[in-house]
């Protein structure tokens, strides 16, 4: 089993629409979980970090639940703009950071 | 200011050559990373520093490869006979310390023919 795992999608929504994705992790010692975003050709950005409490960003909801290991990302109101690659990253209980593979989204039109 | 730079942005070498990619992190930022991403997938964690010391090397995926960071500011990871499956996007990383947010540079492309 992988350390992180994502659904690679592509996810196609249209704009206005919300969409979801969730990200699962094996290390139940993890303690630092991370949303970043990666453009085309582009270095990864952090987009959110998530805290065990939930946290929101504007359209952006991170939510993390440690007894079924997951976490997840909420877009409202997507924008065309939010065409990118979003990347779960987790610890592994120390400070080494994995990256899942990512899920694609592309918003239309 | 200025964000973490990466040199070469572009590297092509033949197979069984030594390579050398130069990163510099923001400056004052304690903790380095490195990692290599390649089409399709997320970056792959080889090393991180703290200060001047490998905390954590794991991810290096044979002793080809190896990095260092004398100063506790630049890191240079070098890439001894270079395979052709070495080639992927190389990318640093810095945070101010240990679990912080990551800053990433723009990487390198390397091409091992």
């Known amino acids: 089993r992988k350390e992180v795992e994502q659904d690679p999608g592509p996810f196609n929504v249209p704009e206005g629409a919300t969409v979801a994705f969730n990200c699962t992790y094996s290390?139940?010692?993890?303690?630092?979980f991370f949303w970043y975003r990666q453009d085309c050709r582009k270095e990864p950005k952090l987009l959110m970090s998530v805290y065990s409490s939930g946290n929101e960003d504007g359209r952006f909801t991170a939510q993390l639940n440690r007894a079924s290991q997951y976490i997840s990302l909420l877009i409202r109101d997507s924008k065309l703009s939010d065409s990118a690659t979003y990347l779960c990253v987790v610890d592994t209980g120390g400070f080494k950071t994995i990256f899942g593979a990512g899920t694609r989204l592309f918003v239309k039109a | 200011g200025a964000g973490v730079s990466q040199t070469p942005s572009n590297k092509v070498t033949e197979k069984g050559k030594y390579v050398e990619l130069r990163c510099d992190p923001i400056?004052?930022?304690?903790?380095l990373y490195w990692y290599r991403q390649s089409l399709g997938q997320g970056p792959e964690f080889l090393i991180y520093f703290q200060g001047t010391g490998a905390a954590d090397d794991s991810g290096l995926p044979n002793d080809r490869f190896f990095a260092v960071r004398p100063e506790g500011s630049v890191s240079t990871l070098k890439i001894q006979r270079t395979e052709r499956g070495d080639s992927a996007v190389y990318l640093c990383?810095?945070?101010?310390?240990?679990?912080?947010?990551?800053?990433f540079g723009p990487g390198t492309r390397l091409t091992v023919l």
């Open positions: 400056s004052g930022h304690t903790a």
């Open positions: 990383a810095s945070s101010l310390t240990i679990g912080n947010e990551q800053f």
């Open positions: 290390n139940s010692a993890s303690q630092s």
